[in-house]
DNA sequence: CGGTAGCTTGACAATACTCAAGCAGCGTGG
DNA sequence: CCACGCTGCTTGAGTATTGTCAAGCTACCG
């Protein structure tokens, strides 16, 4: 059952009965973490991996001049940071954005786990790549979109992902982060996020409020953001 | 000896003597390019990676309106779209930057290898996520650094990277690529791109005339770019 | 009831972009 | 050999976008 959210984002690779029940005894540990917590902390030797259950998860970066970017916000059934089984530590850190609740699976377990089934390795390893694909996804926001447009595309990757998992209702869904967490995550102020945020909703495409978004129109708000949802890889 | 650079970048895990060969083995054709090509197209089923011998390459996507965003820059012994293995194809194009050789290597054959070795697969797998923690160090470039911060930051990138592979005399190296490209990589116009290399030239930063990059004054360079090589994983 | 966190708005400043022009270098074809 | 066109670099002037500083507001918590 842990593995439920992540089996449905992930259909490819199919993975055999087998697969699926050696995946789930891996499963460690539930730990629950408050709001704005730091659950894995840049740059130390990690031993084990942080599935999402429940609740918003950033991975994020503090520039020496005190900005914070955020590099990713992850949904539950996300594996936060399976990239550290390869890698052995994380070269940013990871924090809950609200309360959540995550299970952990030690890094023995995930190596037993590629030496038996070489179909899960290769889910596993594409997982993490779709990570990297919105990771440069991001990139394009930062580098090559305006503040406005920046903001619609957050949105509409965080539809389409939370539709995936049954985290949506009709056209909006629950996003309980603070203006702050989406300048952060877009490379702007809060302040500037705040009157693209208004320009949005005046313009009758999302409307961001209380940690509440509403899609006000649905094909005109993809087209604004240019949103190709093929960055996904949900086919 | 086709892996050479490759191996040379990647240290971890260490590779048996077994494995090295079997690796050698896949090497498949070998292509040039010229300047410019495009390598891989975005969103077109693939069957085979492409591991650079010489010269640079580009990650890239091209914006509705025109702009070009460089995902990421790659230099010799990378495996270009070794993420095209489990992913079936790219998000995103990729393109020689100056003329290049590239070795191919069949999916079929990359399957075999993983079949056959745990640790190859470690390695092959912790490649695409270096390439990732790479990503991520951009989305902090274009999100949370001034213009001429991340001009410094990618040639201290450029500056390592190339030093690991030999690449470098002393405190320059040879990188023959256009404003424009250094533009696109860091979400800037060629214009601004300009006056910001003539700002650290001037501050005896890095001097970039002719695609030959002098690295002027490295401690200083390194403080005043908050450059951190610990996302390279070099160790 | 005071304090804090988050949202909102205004006025102003800094940063980066656009448009435009001129120049240098290089390869090609007459 | 020269003339031409092309690509890339450089600089200036004006504009647009985004950031900074400041203040007031609300809601919620202790």
Redesign the interface.
């Known amino acids: 059952m842990v593995m439920r959210l992540f089996l449905q984002t992930h259909r490819k690779p199919v993975l055999s009965d087998d697969d699926i029940a050696s995946l789930e005894a891996a499963a460690g540990k539930t730990v629950d973490y408050a709001a704005k917590r730091v659950i894995v902390r840049e740059?130390v030797p990690l031993t084990q991996c942080t599935l999402l259950m429940s609740g918003f998860v950033e991975?994020f970066?503090d520039?020496?001049?005190g900005?914070?970017?955020i590099?990713?916000i992850h949904v539950p059934g996300d594996f936060v940071d399976l990239?550290s089984y390869?890698?052995k530590r994380l070269?940013?850190s990871v924090a809950a954005l609200t309360p959540v609740t995550v299970v952990n699976f030690p890094h023995a377990d995930i190596?037993a786990l590629?030496?038996k089934s070489?179909t899960l390795?290769?889910l596993l390893?594409?997982s993490?790549?779709?990570?990297?694909?919105i990771?440069?996804?991001?990139?394009?926001s930062?580098?090559?979109?305006g503040a406005s447009v920046r903001l619609a595309h957050l949105m509409c990757e965080m539809f389409v992902r939370l539709e995936r998992i049954g985290l949506t209702r009709g056209e909006e869904f629950d996003f309980p982060v603070t203006q702050i967490d989406l300048a952060d995550a877009?490379?702007l102020t809060a302040v500037h996020a705040n009157r693209m945020l208004r320009q949005l909703r005046e313009r009758g495409l999302v409307e961001f409020r209380q940690g509440l978004v509403k899609i006000l129109d649905w094909p005109a708000l993809k087209d604004f953001a240019?949103f190709d949802p093929?960055?996904l890889?949900l086919d």
């Open positions: 740059n991975r970066k520039t020496p001049d900005r914070r970017q590099l990713a990239h390869p890698l070269e940013h190596r590629t030496a070489a390795t290769e390893w594409r993490t790549l779709i990570d990297a694909a990771n440069r996804e991001w990139i394009v930062v580098g090559a979109r877009t490379g240019g093929r960055y890889f």
